[in-house]
C-alpha cells in the first residue's frame, strides 16, 4: 500500500507539473493574434499623427477590416524605431476585384504616448500578418 501512494504521488507531481505548463501556454497562444486573410502592403507613411498603409487585397462584396497590432512596450530610443503587425479579415468576400486602398490608422489612439516630435521621426516597420516574410518600412 505504502509503494502505491508513492507511485501515485510521483505520477501526480509528474504529470501535474507538464499540466501547469501548458497552463501557463495556453494564455500566450490565445492572445495570438486572429489569422490574417491575404493582402499586399504597398506603401506605409506617417502624417500628422495617423499612420497610413497603402494596401492591395482580393475583393469587392463584402466590408474588408485591417487591425494593426501594436507593440506593448517600444524601446526607449530616439527616434522611435518599432514594428507593427497589420492583419486583414476578408469576412468571406466571394469577390475577386483587385481593391487597392490607404488605411489610417490614430497612433495616438496605439497608447504608446509618443509626443508629435517623435512622431513626426519614427521609423515604422509594417509586417504582413498573412505572409510575415513581407515588410515595409516608412524611412
Same mark, same amino acid.
Request: charged share 20%.
Given at each position: 500500500m505504502k509503494k502505491l501512494t508513492v507511485l501515485v504521488v510521483m505520477f501526480m507531481f509528474v504529470f501535474g507539473c507538464n499540466e501547469s505548463e501548458e497552463l501557463r501556454i495556453n494564455p500566450k497562444e490565445e492572445s495570438a493574434p486572429v489569422k490574417s486573410d491575404p493582402f499586399q502592403l504597398l506603401e506605409v507613411a506617417i502624417e500628422d499623427q495617423l499612420l497610413k498603409i497603402e494596401?492591395?487585397?482580393?475583393?469587392?462584396? $463584402? $466590408?474588408?477590416?485591417?487591425?494593426?497590432?501594436?507593440?506593448?512596450v517600444i524601446t526607449a530610443v530616439f527616434p522611435p524605431d518599432f514594428s507593427v503587425v497589420l492583419n486583414h479579415q476578408g469576412n468571406n468576400d466571394p469577390c475577386f476585384a483587385i481593391i487597392t486602398e490607404v488605411l489610417e490608422f490614430d497612433i495616438d489612439q496605439s497608447g504608446l504616448k509618443l509626443s508629435d516630435e517623435a512622431i513626426g521621426q519614427m521609423k515604422i516597420t509594417v509586417i504582413n500578418g498573412f505572409d510575415h516574410t513581407e515588410k515595409i518600412s516608412n524611412k
Open positions: 494596401v492591395s487585397y482580393g475583393g469587392g462584396c $463584402e $466590408e474588408h477590416d485591417f487591425q494593426v497590432i501594436w507593440p506593448e
